[in-house]
């Protein structure tokens, strides 16, 4: 004899599928997050490597080396 019932079995049975669907959503909605994270740290790696590509030019240009590479 079973004490749930059939409706009380569908029940849960929806309640674990939204559970489901809503643990696939947050999931999807952490990776994104992940990926945004990602993504900045590769941009803010680029603006620190062009910011020193920079000061290194400058240096070059003020110490007179630097057209002394392309002579």
């Keep these: 004899m079973n004490i749930i019932g059939p409706i009380s079995q569908e029940s849960i049975t929806q ?3 939204a559970v489901a669907v809503h643990k696939e959503i947050e999931s999807s909605r952490l990776m ?7 993504v900045d740290r590769v941009k803010q ?3 620190v490597e062009e ?5 290194n030019a400058g ?3 003020n110490q007179g ?4 590479l392309y002579v």
Aim: hydrophobic share 50%; proline share 0%; no cysteine.
């Design 15 to 17: 309640n674990a599928q």
């Design 32 to 38: 994104e997050t992940k990926e945004l994270e990602d």
């Design 45 to 47: 790696i680029d603006d």
């Design 51 to 55: 910011f020193n590509a920079l000061m």
């Design 59 to 61: 240096v070059m240009i």
């Design 65 to 68: 080396g630097f057209f002394d």
